[in-house]
C-alpha cells in the first residue's frame, strides 16, 4: 500500500516561476524523502528530512515537514528547463527499519 | 556514486517463460532492492535484500523470486511471466548504508511479457 500522496499530479510553469508539489501521508513517520525522475531513467535522491525537523534546504530545493498535518512539501526556486521530470516522496516507518514506500508522483514540466 | 548496471536494458518475451532480471553493483552495498514502476501505481517494492542469502518480501512479491549469491548480484526471476509483470523493473542500492536512506536507482529493465 502507498503511504505517501503527491499533490497534484501534474503541474505546468514557466521557467523563472516557482514550483510547489505536496505529499500527505498517513501513518506516523521516521523521515521522508523526496526523490526525482526524469524520463527514461532511474530516481534520484534530493533531500531527505526527518521527523524531527520542520524545513531543510538544498540549493534551490526547500522542503517542510509539518507532523501534526501528515504532510510535506517541496519547493523548487527559480525554476529551470532542466527541472522538468516527475517528483516523488517516499516514506520510513516509525520503527525506522522497513524499506521507503512511495508515492505515486508530480508531473512537473517547466517551459522556456 | 554507486555504480548499479542492470540487465537486460530490454527484454520482451512470452507468457508462460522463465525471465531472470541481473543487477550488479560495484560498491559492496549491503542493502539492494528491486522496485517496478507502472502508470498510475507508482514505485512499488518486490523484494529486498539484506546481505548475502538474506532477502525479504515486498508490496507486490507474488509471482517473483530472488537471489543474492554474491554481495554485488542481486537476481530477479519471474518463474513464469505473464502479461501483468510488463513493467519498469528498477534495482536500487542504498548508498547511505541503513535500509532506508538515499536509495540510488538503476536505469531500469523495460520488460514486455506478450
Known amino acids: 500500500s502507498q503511504q505517501g500522496e503527491e499533490d497534484p499530479q501534474a503541474l505546468s510553469i514557466q521557467e523563472g516561476e516557482n514550483a510547489t508539489m505536496n505529499c500527505s501521508y498517513k501513518?506516523?513517520?521516521?523521515?521522508l524523502q523526496w526523490y526525482r525522475q526524469n524520463s527514461g531513467r532511474g530516481l534520484v535522491h534530493l533531500i531527505l528530512?526527518?521527523?524531527?525537523?520542520r524545513e531543510k534546504h538544498s540549493g534551490r530545493l526547500r522542503v517542510t515537514l509539518d507532523t501534526s498535518k501528515k504532510s510535506s512539501s517541496l519547493l523548487i526556486t527559480a525554476s529551470r528547463a532542466a527541472d522538468t521530470a516527475s517528483y516523488f516522496c517516499?516514506?520510513?516507518?516509525?520503527?525506522?527499519?522497513?524499506?521507503?514506500?512511495f508515492g505515486k508522483g508530480t508531473r512537473l514540466s517547466v517551459i522556456a | 556514486d554507486a555504480g548499479i548496471t542492470q540487465s537486460p536494458r530490454h527484454k520482451v518475451t512470452e507468457t508462460g517463460t522463465p525471465v531472470t532480471l541481473r543487477c550488479h553493483q560495484t560498491?559492496?552495498?549491503?542493502?539492494m532492492y528491486w522496485y517496478r514502476q507502472d502508470p498510475g501505481h507508482g514505485l512499488r517494492l518486490i523484494h529486498y535484500s539484506y546481505g548475502v542469502k538474506d532477502t525479504d518480501k515486498g508490496e507486490v512479491s507474488d509471482g517473483y523470486s530472488v537471489s543474492r549469491s554474491k554481495t554485488e548480484d542481486f537476481l530477479l526471476t519471474l518463474e513464469s511471466a505473464t502479461s501483468s509483470q510488463t513493467s519498469v523493473y528498477f534495482c536500487?542500492?542504498?548508498?547511505?548504508?541503513?535500509?532506508?536512506?538515499?536509495?540510488?536507482f538503476g536505469s531500469g529493465t523495460q520488460l514486455s511479457v506478450l
Open positions: 528530512i526527518r521527523s524531527n525537523e
Open positions: 501513518t506516523s513517520i521516521n523521515n
Open positions: 536500487a542500492i542504498s548508498e547511505s548504508g541503513k535500509v532506508n536512506e538515499k536509495l540510488f
Open positions: 560498491e559492496n552495498h549491503r542493502y
Open positions: 517516499a516514506t520510513v516507518s516509525l520503527s525506522g527499519n522497513t524499506p521507503l514506500v
